[in-house]
């Protein structure tokens, strides 16, 4: 095999092949920096002078599907000015580390949403280095310079670290479609802080979020200047619950194997998405349970309501729902109207700027697999930084098209 083939392969134009060889277990390269002198750090001149040799053995990505083994000639040079003794720089692998920063970033990527034990084992490393790999990784990411303008429209969600007990909260720029942060925790003092540390907070226009009352109230006090959205898909969550709430009150009737458990997923999947003889079904069983027959008409008229043209059309037709829901509604519907009245203008704030957090949810289901494969990952540091290492495995969007100008 020439030295040349391998050494484009390698994709290290620093560097100079000196031998190479190749076996079942992997490819051993011999190289060494092209440079002929290197610069004192004591004196600052250039010296040629090499005082001695030494191998360092690293390890570099594969190539061809095979373990890259690197042996590094490292000369230590003596400065012809000062007499100083100097190790010359390593830039492909860094000070004192025994596998290239490629390798290690490539470990970094490759841990995110895989366990820690299933790629140490994979590339014959330890799984230590592979949880350092994943907080460098994280830094570097951090630290790059920002390619996107600052948010203007932010998404808030918490989500469980462990379920039930410890929430963290995702901040998303949702119109770059990019993680931007993992406050820890879901209370308002927590939110503040991190809404407090962002650059330039008086270009923020919008903020997207569940109706979490510490959320709102951190969003007012930082910025007050946003206007809060609730988001679409969490109260529509609402109206999901008050129809299944109508269902399970008649379901004891039938028993839990009864067609009204079996029918559970249907009532709620939107009309439109039904498949013909799924719609069918569901007609055959709505007309047998009046009550439920009205409920989830109410639901249905509830997600058409989203479509309204304006705010004006839309707030018209909010009052004209909930008057059907006190003639004639189930109980779990009437139950809504603390929840529509604590949020009125922040659900009406939708017709003005549409956005939604359903990259956010996307996210928390990628989060959810993190959790589940993060088995080296207690520490709840190393947790976020993954999270926020999830913008670097998907191409980022551009801006999303067609609401920017509501933001001007």
Known sequence: MPDDCITVALDLPEVRVIRQEEKAEGITVELEYRRRRAVCPGCGQETPKVHSVQLQHKRDRRLWDKPVFLVLRKRRFRCLACGKVFTEHDPVCGPRRRSSQRFRRYLGQEAIDQPVRHVARKEGVGEGLVRRCVTEEAKRLLQAPEETPPARVLGLDEFSIKKGQVYDTAVVDLEHKRVI??????????????????????????????????????????????????????????????????????????????????????????????????????????????????????????????????????????????NTVREQGPEPFKALFPMLNRWRQEILNYFDYPYTNGFLEGKNNRIKVIKRVAYGYRNPVNFRQRILLTNGKEARPKATRGLSHLLT
């Not at 004891?252 to 194997?257: A, H, S």
């Not at 559970?264 to 055959?284: G, I, N, W």
């Not at 008229?301 to 309204?308: K, L, P, T, V």
């Open 181 to 322: 942060g993992v406050v820890s925790g879901h209370r308002q003092a927590e939110l503040v802080a991190f809404l407090e540390s962002l650059p330039k907070q008086e270009q923020l226009k919008v903020v997207v979020m569940d109706m979490h009352e510490p959320f709102r109230q951190a969003v007012e006090l930082c910025l007050p200047q946003a206007r809060v959205v609730a988001d679409k898909f969490h109260v529509l969550l609402h109206v999901h619950k008050a129809l299944d709430q109508v269902r399970t009150s008649l379901q004891p009737e039938r028993g839990r194997k009864g067609e009204l458990f079996q029918a559970r997923y249907l009532l709620l999947t939107a009309v439109e998405r039904l498949k013909p003889e799924r719609y069918a079904r569901l007609m055959d069983l709505l007309p047998r349970y009046p009550a439920l027959q009205r409920a989830w008409a109410l639901k249905e008229a509830f997600r058409a309501w989203y479509h309204s043209a304006t705010r004006a059309e839309a707030e018209a037709s909010l009052a004209l729902w909930e």
